[in-house]
Nanobody
Framework: QVQLVESGGGLVQAGGSLRLSCAASGRTFESYAMGWFRQAPGKEREFVGCITWNGGYTHYPDSVKGRFTISRDNAKNTMYLQMNSVKPEDTAVYYC?????????????????WGQGTQVTVSS
């Protein structure tokens, strides 16, 4: 059974930074791409970014490109989301997910395991 546990969420002022972590267990972590998604109240789940199995490539939507950075440490079975220059519109529950694939995957149906989410609130 795969378990993904996010941590690092909280309250941050606009313009500040936050780093989320996603600790994985139960399946060979280094064999799969990983992704981050978020969901704000009343909105659909949104793709935030993903990273290939070996960390060689990342992909972000325009909404976070240049501000957010995904990395992974396969030795620690952990993925990270570094959030810089955050904005109030970044407020959401952030979820990490493990892909069915090794390469870039941007759609939620490409992912078969999900964490429970961590709340990020950006104050203006």
């Amino acid at each position: 059974q795969v378990q993904l546990v996010e941590s690092g969420g909280g309250l941050v002022q606009a313009g500040g930074s936050l780093r989320l972590s996603c600790a994985a267990s139960g399946r060979t972590f280094e064999s799969y791409a990983m992704g981050w998604f978020r969901q704000a109240p009343g909105k659909e789940r949104e793709f935030v970014g993903c990273i290939t199995w070996n960390g060689g490539y990342t992909h972000y939507p325009d909404s976070v490109k240049g501000r957010f950075t995904i990395s992974r440490d396969n030795a620690k079975n952990t993925m990270y989301l570094q959030m810089n220059s955050v904005k109030p519109e970044d407020t959401a529950v952030y979820y990490c997910a493990q892909s069915k694939h090794t390469t870039i995957a941007t759609m939620d149906f490409d992912y078969d395991y999900w964490g429970q989410g961590t709340q990020v609130t950006v104050s203006s």
